[in-house]
């Protein structure tokens, strides 16, 4: 079967709610995925996974592993809704609501970057005040692997920098300017309606999501912007009906290292 066709059965599955649940555990290029939960609740074992606990989930061995600082963590009343951690391990985070890390207040609309592995210390990587966008929830965000700009998601329409978002769009923000990174309605009205709430751009540019509405609350939707194609990318293997309706509220994808041609006779 060729990828083509592979794609076209996936996106016509998604069309038509016929995607289920654990249809597999992760596509082919996906090395590990790290996500976060709305709730805490217990995964096979039994082992209780608390709120705010980053799980890795290898796509080759168990998961279940939890590295999040513990400042993170131990926040009180707010859910982390975005997470990313760079290839050098330097990681970010954003909250679903109004918060103080640290004694520090975090707004919902901000991302921060730990300044260390436990995140005693941080800084704002995307300062909401500054930028006057102040009132916005950024409920999604990844970071552009080849120049770190962030790109994010918000949780409801608003207006910034004088234009139009929906919670279904990708903003990109350069550390100037906004810009429409990926809007459903332009490009495909499978995802119109939808609240993107988990994202994470992979460096071989793949976009995967998780919805908040209209979808199985644990999938992972791939999006391919050179063939307009949806997918199935991934399902916790941790999180099958049992957990629903649990809600992936962050995502970080780790994609598959690339081996390199060592030959090609040009007829391949």
Partial sequence: MNNLYKKAIWAIALVLGLYGTNLWAAAPYIQTAEYSTDLAYINSGPVAVPINYVILDNTTTAPGTSFTPAPIREVRGAVIDGYHRTSAGVQYFSFDVDTMVNGVSVLKSDVIRCSNGSCTTFNFFFDSHALAVKDININAFSLDPVNEDLIFSIDSAAVIAGSSYLASDLIRY?????????????VTNIAKYRNIDALSYTDNGKYLVSFANDGVLNDIYEYDIASTVWSIAYTPTTLGDDYNPLNISSLMITTQAVSELIFSDGFE
């Fill in 174 to 186: 350069d550390g100037t300017t906004f810009s429409l990174e990926f809007g459903p309605i332009v």
